[in-house]
């Protein structure tokens, strides 16, 4: 029978989600939702020591802001809870247990000065100590002790841990769905802990446990745990629930821009680009890291640029929703090798989906921005604004400077432009332009004619040279969009005093 498909986000609340994470969780996504499956949030907090307060419900509003969904988990309950690993405490033990009575386990009761002194020792012969099946035997653990010795320090309450007893010289192997067959030979591995005499199971127990019990079918998750794999699998096979065991898909990682190295948030701050979807307040140091929502980024941005750091669709289609990638979305289009993070291909998506947005959704956007600025603006020329000058921008934050002219008339010209355009003369001219604007209807073709053509064309003026300074009097820079389509917008009686205003200010200048 086909398996239900069930997949987990299974993050540490150990700060905030770095896009690598959120990556995950939207792979996670896709592949639940095209496969009509389950996607869990599991919170894995067994390492109380890197706990970290607030993250889990940044974690949460993260993945809400994106519209990354979860039919199961830690904030909505479900039916295979509790989705918090320190609530599930109770029932690790007797994992734990079984692997120890079926010889997949033993208890070590080395003190952490113990294992200081022999890693110490290896050292100094320029080698590595490992805790595995050539060392083992050298150690206080339940296979170098006697049975009766074992059950006195445990009933004597010494600490201990549970360790994995990986067999001697067994080549394991990982089916991975993306990068195929992966195969590690046992004696290269240590034998990791599982249990803590605290009674915390460790990540590796507590992860397979909660897959199982949880009915995971895919566990998708970054490429940093590939090397733990081959515990897993051994995991699930000393558990006696290979049969169930699920798929394995290990994601490539996030790179730094230039390509070298797994992107991290000290490259975001050196490249001004947030490496974080919120802003996140160090609860400890105070300091701030910036995120994708603050930035200005749309969430639907952020989960099409992720979407395409490591995968494809297969053609070069770069604008995709949430639909179109669930729909399009396959593990075999998932690359091996790393994604370079590209910064203004980021601003770039940005900048297509605000062209998406209706005016009114920029302009509402805008408002905030505006009465920041001081300005009440009327809404439909807000809106007016916003549909005319939307295509010039990525990001919300840009749009004043980009428009605040529409808004205030400027009270400085730039001295560049003055420099370049306002001709001896031109005070005449500008007065000619008041005087065709106060006398012919005020339509856009029609002062069209009458200026640049009837005027300017038929006097052979300097084209370029009236117009830009009857830009610079009305914006105060020679930017903006077409010269009389900006006055409309602006109004009759709004263009004549600018320009009244700059004749005044910039005056007629010397040859
Ligand atoms: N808790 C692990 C993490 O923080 C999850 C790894 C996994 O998905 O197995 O990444």
Request: with cysteine; proline share 5%.
């Amino acid at each position: 029978m086909e398996r239900k498909v069930r997949v987990r986000f299974a993050p540490s609340p150990t700060g905030p989600l770095h896009i690598g994470g959120v990556r995950t969780a939207l792979y996670n996504y896709l592949f639940a939702k095209q496969n009509g499956g389950d996607m869990i949030l599991r919170i894995e907090d067994t390492d109380q020591t890197r706990f970290v307060p607030g993250a889990e419900q940044y974690i949460i509003e993260a993945l809400t802001w994106l519209g990354i969904k979860f039919d199961e988990g830690v904030h909505i309950g479900g039916n295979y809870g509790p989705y918090r690993q320190s609530d599930r405490k109770p029932m690790y033990k007797q994992y734990a247990d079984q692997l120890i009575n079926d010889g997949w386990a033993y208890y070590a009761f080395d003190k952490p000065e113990a294992l200081e002194a022999k890693r110490k020792e290896y050292e100094a012969q320029k080698k590595t100590f490992q805790y595995d099946c050539n060392t083992r035997l050298q150690m206080e653990n339940s296979l170098s002790l006697s049975a009766e010795e074992v059950q006195k320090r445990i009933d004597a309450g010494d600490p201990y841990v549970v360790r994995f007893k990986f067999p001697e010289n067994l080549d394991i192997t990982v089916h991975d769905l993306i990068r195929g067959d992966v195969t590690m030979n046992s004696s290269l591995l240590d034998d990791k802990v599982l249990f803590k005499s605290d009674g915390m199971p460790t990540y590796h127990l507590a992860n397979i446990v909660d897959d199982h019990t949880m009915e995971v079918s895919h566990v998708i998750r970054g490429e940093e745990w590939l090397p733990s794999a081959p515990l897993h699998v051994m995991l699930y096979k000393a558990f006696g629930w290979e049969e169930t065991m699920p798929q394995f898909a290990h994601l490539p990682l996030l790179l730094k821009p230039e390509g070298n190295g797994k992107l991290s948030k000290r490259d975001g701050d050196r490249l001004g680009f947030p490496v974080f979807p919120l802003d996140w307040h160090d609860p400890k140091s105070g300091e701030l890291s910036s995120g994708y929502r603050e930035r200005g980024y749309f969430p639907e941005a952020v989960v099409n640029i992720l979407a395409l750091l490591g995968w494809n669709p297969g053609n070069d289609q770069e604008i995709l929703s949430m639909d179109e990638l669930i729909k399009l979305f396959s593990v075999e289009h998932i690359s091996k090798s790393g994604a370079k993070f590209n910064v203004e291909k980021a601003k770039w998506f940005n900048h297509e989906y605000m062209q998406m947005q209706s005016n009114e959704v920029v302009a509402q956007m805008f408002e905030p921005i505006l009465k920041e600025h001081g300005i009440e603006a009327d809404h439909d020329y807000v809106v007016k604004v916003c549909g005319m000058m939307k295509e010039r921008i990525a990001f919300i934050s840009e749009m004043w400077d980009q428009t605040s002219y529409f808004f205030t008339a400027p009270t400085e010209y730039a001295p560049a432009a003055i420099k370049k355009r306002w001709k001896p003369g031109m005070t005449t001219h500008i007065g000619k332009i008041i005087e065709i604007l106060e006398t012919m209807p005020f339509e856009h073709d029609v002062l069209h004619k009458a200026i640049l053509d009837d005027y300017i064309v038929a006097n052979q003026f300097n084209m370029g040279q009236i117009m830009n300074s009857f830009r610079l009097a009305v914006v105060g820079d020679t930017k903006g969009p077409d010269m009389l389509t900006l006055v409309m917008v602006i109004g009759k009686e709004e263009t004549i005093s600018r320009l009244r205003r700059a004749v005044e200010v910039i005056g007629e200048v010397a040859e």
